[in-house]
């Protein structure tokens, strides 16, 4: 069984950094991509950014670009999502999830995705 699990989400100042964690076990699977969600309170889930596994190629929302860097440790079998220059409006829940439709990237869309993390709060005050 494919697990997901995040970390590294808490309360931070504008300006502030966090790097979220996501490991994953379980799978079977040699090559997939991993892929940063996030949603805040009202609105639908947005992405953020996304890795191949096996390669390291790296893909990101236009928004995030300069300000967020993920990146993956393949050893220890974890992703990472490094924020800088936080916001207010980076306040949500974040997501990592796996997908092992090739084929769809940079797999943008939740609909790619196949496996799921249960999500870490980033709240970022002003």
């Known amino acids: 069984q494919v697990q997901l699990v995040e970390s590294g989400g808490g309360l931070v100042q504008a300006g502030g950094s966090l790097r979220l964690s996501c490991v994953i076990s379980g799978r079977t699977f040699s090559s997939f991509v991993m892929g940063w969600f996030r949603q805040a309170p009202g609105n639908e889930r947005e992405f953020v950014a996304a890795v191949t596994w096996n390669g390291g190629t790296t893909y990101y929302a236009d928004s995030m670009k300069g300000r967020f860097t993920i990146s993956r440790d393949y050893a220890k079998n974890t992703g990472y999502l490094q924020m800088n220059s936080l916001k207010p409006e980076d306040t949500a829940v974040y997501y990592c999830?796996?997908?092992?439709?090739?084929?769809?990237?940079?797999?943008?869309?939740?609909?790619?995705?196949?496996?799921w993390g249960q999500g870490t709060q980033v709240t970022v005050s002003s």
């Open positions: 999830a796996a997908s092992i439709a090739l084929s769809r990237w940079p797999n943008i869309r939740t609909s790619d995705y196949n496996y």
